[in-house]
């Protein structure tokens, strides 16, 4: 119903090099947090995520951090779209496939200034500096409270996506961007 809080999403696995520890951090350290919520999208790992579990715990942000577990296809695009914005603060990346996921759904971009990360965002994303705990926080803070950088980002963002083509990054790309697009 329209009693829905928004909601930051992150969208694959749970391994220590994604970052998630620092990106539930920050999140908690969100002024407004208990406004947002905090969607975790994809497999749980029996290593790591009871840990994450944990330190949402000892957060006291249960109520505000979802982990959906893996999420089909065919319901990404839904849930994509109706975030706030993608959060992918990721410490390593060979090519972001959720960051041109979200951008093709005109999904605002918080994402990495490293790895491959700020090529596929380019000027549609906000780039953040993974291991700085309050450059992911900032990041969210101005998506909540700036709604104008929200529609600029996403209006950024769908051309970004529409710029990716098949002889950049192959057939992967084209079969992600059709789904979306």
Known sequence: GGDERPYFL????????????????????????LD???????PCDKRYTPLLKAQVGE???TQQVKFLDYVPYSELP??????????????????????LEAMACGTPVITSNISSLPEVAGDAGILINPYQLEEITEA???????????????????????????????QATVEVLSRFL
């Open 10 to 33: 992150y969208i694959g696995r749970q391994d220590p090099y994604k970052n998630l520890h620092r990106l539930i951090a920050a999140f908690a350290a969100l002024p407004n947090y």
């Open 36 to 42: 947002c919520e905090l969607w975790l999208a994809g």
């Open 59 to 61: 957060l006291a942000i």
């Open 78 to 99: 839904t849930i994509i779209t109706r975030a706030i914005a993608l959060v992918f603060p990721s410490l390593w990346e060979g090519f972001g496939f959720p960051v």
């Open 140 to 170: 969210m803070q101005k998506i909540v409270t700036d709604c104008q950088l929200r529609s600029h980002l996403s209006h950024q963002a769908k051309i970004r996506a529409n710029q990716f083509s098949w002889e950049k990054t192959g």
